[in-house]
């Protein structure tokens, strides 16, 4: 009995401490730079805008599907659409947690709880006034709006955060709308299927989501709840670097290299996320361009092999994901593939490409390796569709539509390691190497980061060029902002 009450005493607080700190700093301690005073908070104004977050530029998927989003009609608002965009009158802010991502590696670091504080500081800067006008900046502005709802345009942040943020905000006293895009990534994959229809759902997603199990629980919860009678088998890949190649981060993706590096976090020819030299061919890296490290000139002959292209890690994570499904010899087809990390919209073209090779690969006496765990057209579920859904739904239920408002006046925040602080550590790209990223503790509440507008210094030109092919109308309303803002030191 002694034993169990030591046990008690001493672990229940390292599990609570963290949240309890920056709960604290935001809700009761006045003199901390968090604090915010939640009494005087302008809860239920149709004028405020919209709070998105993510861990990166991902939720830029999410926030672009809101945007373009025509469901209903605008003046009645009855289902239908009638050409113009549903939130053409509501204005975003947006927030790009660039310093601390990837979100998905915390679990794996044990550091749920730093992971935890991160998500509870991003609510804090979307309920808040305060952001600095540069990276270079020693003061902070305090005029920026608070918000009307918010939308958690991260899937590793709603499985850890979700139900940590609507406590948080109970303790606020505040009654606002918290909608996270797994439960809309189940529903879009659901709607795929009749009633008593048999199929396998794939999940790609961070390493924290897959751990967190937020939805495989979310489909069985769904399936449970809607009636269906079906058998739907549900397999996981975590996708460790393809989010991080789509944000630049260089333990994962750096287009300087030409050699292998040391400090390189993905799959390799050794450890968990192995390589397998078998499977070689169907991998079918393309190695032009140093998109692969490899410490031989050729291919055959890497004792070190490291991949250094988004592409590169797609090819790598499906076919690891087809080998699982194969070797199950599972009985229903893959009808579906739920992106589970906002960042893989980016790369829907190279899913679709290394599926349709996957389809037809072929083994030397002429089977086909995958195709009857296949279904010819594999469904690419995109959660951000649904969340927009709810979205509406929400601001229509409480007679939330700002009624003269401008989409174009949307704001758009990153964070950057804070140079002001002495106690952060950065590499020579001036970015937290990935041992101090996951080594800080949490309950140590200080300002790792700066949160600033986004600019030409904050975000690399390869990423613009990206946005503006990929998402041009939330690309225009990020340039519109950089061009117009008065939030922006120049």
Same mark, same amino acid.
């Given at each position: 009995? !002694? ?57 830029? =998927? ?16 009855? %289902? ?63 005029? @920026?709006? %608070? ?14 955060? @979700?139900?940590?943020?609507? =406590?948080?905000?109970? #303790?606020?006293?505040? $009654? ?14 659901? &709607? ?69 590096? &040391? ?10 996320? /192995? ?5 070689? $061919? ?18 055959? $002959? ?12 797609? !090819?790598? #994570? ?7 499904? !194969? @070797?199950?010899?599972?009985?229903? %087809? ?8 906002? #960042? ?26 995958? /195709?009857?765990?296949?279904?010819? $057209? ?19 239920? &409480? ?8 989409? #174009? ?12 602080? %002495? ?16 080594? !800080? ?5 200080? &300002? ?17 060029? /990206? ?24």
């Amino acid at each position: 009995m !002694r034993l169990y009450k030591f046990i008690l005493i001493v672990f229940l607080p390292s599990i609570l401490w963290g949240q309890e700190a920056i709960t604290n700093s935001i809700l009761k301690d006045k003199d901390s730079f968090y604090y915010i005073n939640t009494k005087d908070y302008p809860e239920g104004e149709k004028k405020l805008p919209i709070g998105v977050f993510d861990s990166g530029i991902g939720g830029l =998927t999410v926030l672009d599907a809101i945007v373009n989003f025509d469901g209903f009609n605008n003046e009645s608002l009855d %289902p239908g659409a009638d050409g113009e965009i549903d939130f053409i009158m509501e204005e975003f802010i947006y927030l790009a947690d660039q310093a601390n991502m990837p979100y998905g590696n915390y679990s794996a670091e044990n550091k749920d709880e730093l992971l935890l504080e991160h998500i509870l500081k991003d609510v804090q800067f979307i309920l808040g006034n305060k952001y600095y006008p540069s990276s270079e900046a020693q003061t902070f502005k305090t005029d @920026k709006l %608070p918000i009307k709802a918010l939308v958690i345009a991260c899937n590793t942040a709603t499985a850890y955060g @979700k139900e940590n943020i609507e =406590t948080f905000l109970k #303790h606020a006293e505040l $009654d606002i709308k918290v909608i996270g895009v797994i439960d809309a990534g189940v529903r879009g994959a659901l &709607e795929k299927l009749a009633l008593d229809e048999d199929a396998t759902i794939a999940v790609m997603a961070t390493a924290g989501t897959v751990s967190s199990k937020g939805y495989v629980n979310t489909i069985n919860e769904q399936k449970n709840k809607l009636e269906y009678t079906s058998n739907i088998e549900v397999f996981q890949q975590g996708g460790v670097g393809i989010a991080e190649a789509v944000d630049e981060d260089s333990d994962y993706y750096d287009k300087d290299l030409t050699k292998p590096r &040391e400090n390189y976090k993905g799959p390799n020819l050794k450890g968990n996320l /192995r390589i397998d030299k078998a499977l070689m $061919d169907i991998y079918n890296f393309d190695y032009e361009d140093f998109k692969m490290l490899c410490d031989s000139q050729g291919s055959d $002959d890497c004792s070190i092999l490291q991949i250094n292209d988004a592409e590169n890690y797609v !090819r790598y #994570h499906l076919v690891s994901l087809l080998e699982k499904i !194969r @070797k199950a010899n599972v009985q229903q %087809p893959l009808k579906s593939i739920i992106l589970g990390c906002t #960042h893989y919209p980016y790369l829907t073209r190279e899913i679709d490409l290394v599926l349709k090779e996957l389809y037809n690969y072929q083994e030397e006496d002429g089977s086909y390796r995958y /195709r009857q765990f296949m279904a010819k $057209d594999i469904d690419l579920i995109d959660p951000a569709v649904n969340t927009a859904l709810e979205l509406f739904q929400h601001l229509k239920g &409480e007679k939330l539509f700002n009624e003269n408002g401008n989409i #174009h006046n949307s704001e758009f925040y990153i964070s950057v390691p804070n140079q002001d602080n %002495p106690n952060i550590i950065t590499n020579e790209k001036g970015n937290f190497p990935y041992e101090y990223k996951y080594g !800080r503790s949490e309950g140590e509440i200080q &300002e790792y980061v700066k949160v600033v507008p986004f600019s030409r210094r904050s975000i690399s030109e390869d990423i613009f060029s /990206r946005l503006e092919f990929q998402l041009p109308f939330t690309y225009n309303l990020i340039e519109k902002f950089i061009g117009d803002s008065t939030k922006i030191d120049r």
